[in-house]
């Protein structure tokens, strides 16, 4: 009968979702059986041992007689997994007869295994390899790989390292305060890089979208005012846009809606809804207000009719994150999470379906910061999230990419200077700062640091000396870094004043 | 009207060729975006609608078009099961990150005299998803902060032939990982799901 023991061992092993009979005992039951036999240690033996343990002990306990029964029962407990044999005679295993006797006549016979069994095996198999061995082998083409140039360093790097902006940079011709001119608190803004938070108005008020609620900020007088609150505390604003006259706000939520609110009577006029996403992005031409949604299109309502929603642009596949008019009207161009810019005429084309003029797919990040050159009419500036970290400059009209420089950080926001020939943009890690440059040539004036988190949107003042940044670590800061010096401002009105005198004296 | 039916379809030949040049294009967005070569070593190329960056190092172009024609033969006979971007470090050896394409092949497709319908439209836009997502993922990936090197693994069928100077491998997992699922896209023969596992950074 001996040489059924390790048959059945065998199988109770490979049993596993049968209760193992032999095995050893809780450590509970073990210790409670050590205080109260120590002396009888030799009963204990074959209840603690292991199903494996126990076949080989079978034989072996009764060929090493002289081995003392407390030696014995230690060494089996503490080393359970060690399979057959001793350190004097450590061939014994090769002496096992029962195995042997299976080896010899049971082994070559088909295995009557269940189709549980199988599957069980399978399983462990995939566990174990990530794939079953049976049904696949892994091929790779030899050789050697393929290694980088000595010296290279991964330029991810930078992305992750304390880093100043590269580029060259240039001595500012004009002093630039380092520090924001003031510093306001914005609790709950949302930390979200496709929204757009917050708007200065040619009123001189900053709209600031603070989770569910919307503040106006006078800069002026520093007079705050709520404006409105979402009535369910689930929902809030994901965009705001002043029209230009600065007396309707637009606001867009979550729930995608697109409401139209009049300040001076802090009232809501309208709510178009005709999306069906968030919405993240607004933008006014006139009558038009043009706003992106999460599910990647873009509508135009016309808010002087009743029936607003008059046009459909489908042209991104993934949430539109970046929507500006330009100046003239005559282009929008839309940035989305599809790493897709797009540019789209004013009017439609002759099929009566609204397609961009221009796609450009230079991006490799989603593109938020959007921002139309003021002087030149068919200049764009883009710049893309973490996985692009590149500010780019476009002539919308031949499609080129003018210029392009690797910021080494996220571009959250980018605006034109209207009193210089400059631009600014808004950073994530590892900086968190704002970063003045030099247009054409993209030198780097300069960097304004004092946020503690990523900046989230860029605001500029109607008189363009000032820029307000919205970050995440909840505080809007207001930086004076475009303020025209006196002198030169005293003489450009100057000049403007002797103009106004030359038409009233023509009139 | 029959010529304008076969356009649209799509055969177990062309479904090969858009799987194979997916990967083509896949495995140099990964190394591009992870940093494993030089960037300027890089071409801008347009493909998909999208702007790829792919290598211009000989060496390299020849590697991976030499894996990309052998894939293409066994996405033909419907015998790949996997394909794997391994990368690992070059200082110790470690793998770093597992990129791990599972591809279903539909067997019942025997040759090209079978037609599936599915616009070569749809299916690059779900190409194109799967790209963007490999792209974006630099921002949750961890850092590979030593220099390294990659290497590619095909799951084959057992009974598939071993062709001449590839050899058998071990599966390289990365140990202690965290798994990122990403898209998938399906050309309705062969269906490829995308995932990546990477070391988990201690907290």
């Not at chain 1, 710049?383 to 571009?411: E, F, K, P, Y």
């Not at chain 2, 996405?75 to 990368?87: A, G």
Request: proline share 4%; charged share 20%.
């Amino acid at each position: 009968m001996a040489q059924f023991v390790f048959e059945n061992d065998l199988n109770s092993i490979l049993k596993l979702d049968a209760p193992i009979v032999n095995a050893p005992m809780a450590r509970w039951q073990r210790k409670a059986k050590e205080g109260s036999c120590s002396s009888a240690n030799t009963s204990v033996n074959s209840s603690v041992l292991t199903p494996m343990k126990a076949a080989n002990r079978s034989h072996s306990s009764s060929k090493t007689p002289s081995r003392t029964p407390g030696k014995s029962q230690g060494k089996l407990q503490g080393t359970p997994s060690r399979a057959g044999g001793d350190r004097f005679i450590p061939n014994r295993s090769a002496m096992q007869m029962d195995v042997a006797s299976f080896l010899l006549s049971k082994e070559n016979e088909p295995e009557d295994q269940s189709p549980t069994k199988k599957e069980q095996q399978k399983a462990w198999a995939v566990n174990l390899n990530g794939f079953d061995m049976e049904e696949a082998k892994i091929l790779r083409l030899g050789g050697k790989s393929l290694n980088a140039p000595e010296g290279y360093q991964n330029n991810l790097k930078v992305l992750y390292s304390q880093k100043t902006t590269p580029g060259s940079s240039k001595k500012p011709s004009r002093y630039i305060p380092s520090v924001p001119d003031r510093v306001l608190d914005a609790p709950e803004i949302r930390n979200d890089y496709y929204l757009n938070l917050i708007d200065w108005s040619s009123q001189n008020l900053l709209a600031v979208a603070l989770s569910e609620t919307v503040y106006l900020w006078n800069y002026l007088s520093g007079d705050i005012v709520l404006l409105l609150q979402m009535e369910n505390s689930e929902e809030y604003i994901s965009s705001v846009s002043w029209i230009k006259e600065g007396n309707y706000l637009a606001v867009g939520t979550s729930n995608a809606e697109v409401q139209l609110w009049d300040v001076q009577q802090q009232k809501r006029l309208r709510n178009m809804v005709s999306h069906s996403s968030r919405v993240g992005a607004l933008s006014w031409n006139n009558h038009i207000l043009s706003s992106g949604s999460r599910t990647g299109h873009i509508h135009h309502h016309d808010v002087r009719v009743a029936q607003h929603h008059v046009a459909t642009l489908a042209g991104h596949t993934q949430e539109v994150c970046g929507l500006k008019w330009s100046p003239d009207g005559r282009h929008l161009a839309s940035g989305g999470n599809d790493n897709l810019v797009n540019i789209w005429p004013s009017v439609q084309g002759d099929s009566g379906e609204f397609t961009p003029v221009q796609t450009f797919t230079h991006h490799q990040g989603a593109i938020k910061a959007v921002s139309w050159c003021p002087w030149q009419s068919n200049v764009l500036a883009t710049g893309g999230g973490t996985s692009d970290r590149h500010i780019r400059i476009w002539n919308v009209c031949s499609g080129s990419c003018l210029n392009a420089v690797d910021t080494h950080s996220q571009v959250c926001s980018i605006l034109w200077s209207t009193n210089y020939k400059e631009l600014i943009s808004g950073h994530g890690f590892a900086q968190n700062q704002l970063v003045i440059w030099k247009y054409p040539t993209m030198s780097r004036v300069a960097e304004l640091k004092g946020h503690s988190a990523r900046v989230l949107s860029l605001a500029m003042s109607p008189d363009g000396s000032t820029v307000a940044s919205a970050a995440a670590d909840e505080t809007l800061r207001l930086w004076n870094c475009f303020e025209v010096d006196p002198v030169t401002k005293k003489e450009k009105e100057k000049a403007r004043s002797s103009k106004s005198i030359i038409h009233q004296s023509i009139r | 009207m029959a010529a304008q039916v076969t356009k649209e379809g799509i055969t177990l030949k062309g479904s090969a060729e858009i799987v194979s040049e997916f990967f083509y294009f896949g495995i140099n967005s990964i190394l591009y975006q992870r940093g494993i070569y030089p960037a300027e070593t890089f071409t801008r190329a347009q493909k998909y609608g999208l702007t790829l960056l792919v290598s211009t190092d000989p060496d390299l172009k020849n590697y991976l078009n030499t894996v990309v024609e052998q894939l293409k033969d066994w996405l033909y006979k419907c015998q790949v099961q996997k394909l794997v971007v391994v990368i690992t470090s070059i200082d110790n050896n470690e793998i770093l990150e597992r990129w791990q394409f599972d591809i279903e092949c539909d067997k019942s497709v025997k040759d090209d005299s079978i037609v599936r319908e599915k616009s070569p439209k749809v299916i690059q836009e779900e190409i194109r998803s799967v790209i963007r997502q490999i792209t974006a993922t630099v921002t949750f990936l961890p850092l590979l902060e030593t220099a390294c090197a990659f290497d590619l693994l095909i799951y084959t069928d057992k009974d598939s032939e071993v062709p001449e100077k590839w050899e058998e491998s071990g599966p390289q997992f990365v140990s202690n990982s965290e798994e990122v699922r990403l898209r998938f896209f399906t050309t309705t023969i062969h269906k490829v799901n995308s995932m990546v596992a990477y070391k988990k950074i201690d907290c």
